[in-house]
């Protein structure tokens, strides 16, 4: 029984960075600050924790860059997140994602409606 029991300690101790280095990172407060300076809206800033490891890596890396930030800088999350709401009520036809749309800042059940009213806007043009 002893035995069992360091083998599932040693194995929780082994995974334990393995599992912080996918925590979702964290915005400090003049991150968030900033971006509400840029007009990013509440729900946009809260869904940033839920976004890809890599979308997250991406916008803190460009908010981090250095000292000299512009809300020109993360227009393309802006950019994205716009384009998202263009489905919110879903559209008669597809919308064009804008230059700076980036899948990375969107989570995983966004991109997946997107898809899925896409989906349905082109079974509706093919089958009438």
Do not use: W
Request: glycine content about 4%; aromatic content about 10%; charged content about 25%.
């Amino acid at each position: 029984m002893r035995y069992a029991l360091s083998i599932v300690f040693a194995t929780m101790l082994l995974c334990f960075p393995a599992l912080k280095a996918y925590a979702a990172l964290a915005l400090n407060a003049n991150d968030v600050k900033f971006l509400n300076g840029c007009g990013i809206k509440e729900e946009d800033i809260k869904v940033i924790p839920t976004l890809s490891r890599h979308g997250q890596v991406k916008l803190i890396g460009i908010l981090h860059l250095d000292d000299k930030i512009s809300c020109s800088d993360i227009q393309d999350f802006t950019d994205t997140r716009g384009f998202l709401r263009e489905f919110t009520p879903p559209p008669s036809k597809s919308p064009v994602p804008p230059n700076g749309y980036d899948v990375d800042f969107l989570t995983r059940d966004e991109l997946n409606y997107i898809n899925k009213i896409n989906k349905e806007i082109i079974d509706k043009l093919f089958n009438h």
